[in-house]
């Protein structure tokens, strides 16, 4: 190895060590640290004389995947904020080639790494319980909300979607198989539900139910009856922190008419409105969509028509009715047939298939890369809200976990 890929290691490892902290700092670090990636990758390309990763078949795909999404904004209705998403988004896929090869070229001690993170999450977790407990986190922030804690994240609602992109990493990647530490898992669930994000919680305990019945040994009438028995003692648990409780408990609709259906009921709510937007502005641009990051410009031609579409549900006059706008609709789905239409949509989950469910078939995968697999579907669950897939903080996380994912660990071994 020459000094000059020595010293690029160097700047690789210190990134992957802190990516954590860069993530709770906030996207302008997140995009510094991406960027420094990508100038490494580039620089090793000129040196190299070549393009390095060409011969791996995820490159193909990242290519295929960063034309459409090019292509996509060229067409979009408003191009210029379109392609000021789009054409950084480059530093995601260098990031993946990057971080899977140098991990497997033994170039870092995962055991370290995952104690390192460890430390990192365990502060924020004593933070989130600070806050929950005395109303204000360790800097003396106090959050927006009685029933939500976000830590040392301050005013952004994230840290139970960080706490999940890591806990199973880390769990991995210290105790590895040992199934005694499912408690280790158990008690970060305590932390997720304490941040208030219902949907992050969802997401985790499906997680956490595909990792217990897939690896604990124990026969299957054991493995409920110890599910059982934890899930009874953490619900007492839960139950004592009563305003965060409220929030999981109440209804998600914004009218008062009770009589109204779930369905109904969900399509009355904020979400619902969202979905309503969604379609509305699927049904104009029915095979590419408004283009990436044009939701919320699209969505505010469709406003009263949602309001109408809400008001024939519920005609209730103290009703109140969400018009349906935001900077994203808060669902994947929505997301994608909304901003890239039918043919947009099926082109990415044709991508997203060849380069998630392609590794399952070539390789041997390991316990990590199962687990990262089942964090990764969780972005594909339907109904549940989540962040703009695009937007710096959920393609961070997405792409951290589809490193790990891809990285072949018995070779690792």
């Not at 960027?35 to 990242?62: A, L, N, S």
């Not at 379109?82 to 054409?87: C, N």
């Not at 006059?317 to 929505?334: F, L, R």
Request: hydrophobic fraction near 45%.
């Amino acid at each position: 190895m020459n000094l000059r890929n020595l010293s690029t290691d160097i700047f690789l490892k210190y990134i992957i060590f802190l990516f954590p902290i860069f993530i709770i700092i906030g996207n302008a670090i997140i995009n510094f640290a991406l960027m420094i990636v990508t100038v490494i990758y580039i620089f090793r390309c000129f040196g190299e004389k070549k393009i390095i990763f060409f011969d791996k078949y995820e490159f193909k795909y990242f290519c295929f995947f960063y034309i459409y999404l090019l292509i996509n904004s060229f067409q979009s209705e408003d191009i210029k904020s379109s392609l000021i998403r789009t054409i950084p988004y480059i530093k995601f896929f260098i990031f993946a080639l990057i971080y899977q090869n140098f991990i497997e070229e033994k170039k870092i001690n995962l055991k370290r790494l995952g104690i390192f993170w460890l430390i990192i999450i365990s502060i924020l977790c004593l933070d989130i319980i600070h806050q929950s407990a005395l109303g204000y986190n360790i800097f003396n922030y106090t959050s927006t909300s009685i029933a939500r804690n976000s830590g040392l994240f301050f005013d952004e609602l994230v840290a139970g979607g960080f706490l999940l992109s890591f806990i199973f990493i880390i769990y991995f990647l210290i105790f590895q198989k040992n199934e005694y530490l499912y408690l280790y898992l158990l008690s970060f669930l305590i932390i997720i539900y304490l941040t208030g994000e219902r949907s992050n919680f969802l997401k985790f305990i499906f997680v956490f139910l595909c990792i217990y019945f897939t690896y604990k040994k124990s026969g299957l009438p054991l493995k409920i009856i110890s599910l059982l028995v934890s899930g009874v003692v953490i619900f007492f648990i839960l139950s004592s922190f009563t305003n965060i409780k409220n929030r999981y408990l109440s209804t998600i609709s914004f009218s008062n008419n009770k009589n109204l259906s779930l369905i109904e009921t969900y399509l009355t709510s904020e979400y619902g409105s969202h979905t309503f937007s969604s379609y509305l502005i699927l049904k104009d641009n029915l095979f590419f969509g408004v283009g990436n990051k044009n939701f919320r410009n699209s969505c505010k031609l469709y406003s009263s028509e949602v309001i109408d579409l809400q008001k024939k549900i519920d005609s209730s006059s103290e009703s109140h009715y969400p018009s349906g706008c935001a900077t994203h609709p808060h669902q994947i789905y929505n997301e994608f047939l909304s901003e890239h239409g039918i043919f947009g949509t099926l082109i990415m989950f044709y991508l997203f298939f060849k380069l998630i469910f392609k590794n399952l078939l070539i390789n041997r995968t390991s316990y990590l890369n199962l687990i990262c697999f089942f964090y990764i579907i969780t972005y594909f669950i339907p109904i549940l809200p989540s962040g703009s897939f695009f937007s710096t903080l959920t393609s961070t996380l997405f792409w951290f976990n589809f490193v790990f994912y891809k990285i072949n660990f018995k070779k690792y071994d």
